[in-house]
């Protein structure tokens, strides 16, 4: 499978525990995009990288929020001291970066149930 | 910040029916972007549109963008089971970064 790949697809998580995801964008896609997404609402912008430099991080990024992307290629995305307004759909997209004309190509999402 | 809001929020319609979704910027985008996420699934790209007043086609599927640049349409005629969906359009930010701001999205559900 040549897409994107996000681990895990589910997980439930007790409030206040810290959780990881992975996400495996397109080989030698450069632009690598988390978002956020809950019922009936479209996709809100988390934060991008180039390569692996986060270049931009939403405001509704807490401080408890943080991503990297350590060599360019596979990014995770940390929640610490989760809570129940955490819980969605968090989607990673990736595109080539090939000036500003192309299209994102996103993962099946990590669904995020904070009890 | 910049904000992008679509209309109708939910659609039925009657098999064979057509069907339009507007999108509306706050401001001036470098291009718009189309995506269909099904029920369950994740967004799926479907069409870019990036000069003013710009036509494209997909089969049953019309995407138009504005003189303007800030708003955009999707029109499907005769609409089938296939098509049921939630429809989002995404602005490419023109502030010097390379994000998508994704509008509200338009539930689509189709009559058989």
């Known amino acids: 499978d040549t897409g994107v790949s996000q681990d895990p697809r589910h997980k439930i998580t007790k409030r206040g525990q810290n959780v990881t995801f992975r996400c495996d964008p397109i080989?030698?896609?450069?632009?690598l995009y988390w978002y956020r997404q809950t019922l009936g609402q479209g996709p809100e912008f988390l934060t991008y990288?180039?390569?692996?430099?986060?270049?931009?991080k939403s405001r509704l990024l807490s401080d408890r929020f943080s991503a990297e992307r350590p060599k360019g290629s596979f990014s995770t995305l940390e929640i610490q001291r989760t809570e129940q307004g955490d819980s969605a759909m968090y989607l990673c997209?990736?595109?080539?970066?090939?000036?500003?004309?192309?299209?994102?190509?996103f993962g099946q999402g990590t669904r995020l149930t904070v009890v | 910040g910049q904000q992008v809001m679509q209309i109708p929020q939910y659609q039925h319609v009657q098999e064979g029916e057509d069907f339009t979704t507007y999108c509306n910027s706050s401001?001036?985008?470098?291009?718009i972007q189309w995506y269909k996420q099904r029920p369950g699934g994740h967004p799926v790209f479907l069409i870019q549109?990036?000069?003013?007043?710009e036509v494209k086609k997909q089969k049953r599927l019309t995407f138009q963008f504005g003189e303007a640049k800030k708003n955009s349409s999707l029109h499907i005629t005769a609409t089938q089971t296939t098509d049921v969906g939630t429809y989002f359009c995404?602005?490419?930010?023109?502030?010097?970064?390379?994000?998508?701001?994704f509008g509200t999205g338009t539930r689509l559900k189709v009559l058989a």
């Open positions: 080989s030698e896609h450069n632009r």
């Open positions: 401001t001036t985008l470098s291009n």
């Open positions: 997209a990736s595109s080539p970066g090939q000036g500003l004309n192309t299209e994102a190509f």
């Open positions: 549109l990036v000069k003013s007043g």
């Open positions: 990288f180039q390569n692996e430099a986060q270049l931009e």
């Open positions: 995404a602005g490419f930010s023109t502030s010097g970064t390379y994000k998508y701001i």
